[in-house]
């Protein structure tokens, strides 16, 4: 599986260098007060990839962390209430019957 992983990559790879070499032209981008740059196309394609990847991927990374430290919290409670050898204080017993309804 990893091997089928690795090849993934490296043709997502090869694809990106093939794309990058055969589209090496700059383009001319319109900025604020008439102010005009000139930038490769794969160098504009992959600033505008990670502008929209990167925010969501941070967000992605402080759920994680947010979670793991939530879990991590429960678990050494769960810990310390084992060692404590707290049981539950009366064991489940069944309910009394209902009374019928006349």
């Known amino acids: 599986m ?3 992983k690795t090849l993934f990559w ?9 794309f990058g070499y055969r589209n ?9 007060g008439g102010l005009q740059a000139d ?5 504009l394609l992959l600033i ?6 990167l925010p969501w991927y941070v967000l ?3 759920t994680r962390w947010q979670l793991r430290r939530k879990l991590d919290a429960a678990q050494r409670a ?10 539950d204080p009366a064991p489940n017993m069944p309910a ?4 019928e309804a006349p």
Do not use: C, D, S, Y
Request: proline share 8%; aromatic share 8%.
């Open 60 to 62: 992605h990374k402080a």
């Open 10 to 18: 490296v043709m997502i790879a090869v694809i990106a260098v093939i």
């Open 78 to 87: 769960l810990a310390e209430v084992r060692a404590a050898g707290v049981t």
């Open 39 to 43: 930038i490769k196309l794969p160098i």
């Open 48 to 53: 505008a990839l990670l502008t929209g990847f």
């Open 24 to 32: 090496w032209t700059p383009v001319t981008i319109n900025l604020w």
């Open 2 to 4: 990893q091997f089928l």
């Open 96 to 99: 009394a019957p209902m009374p």
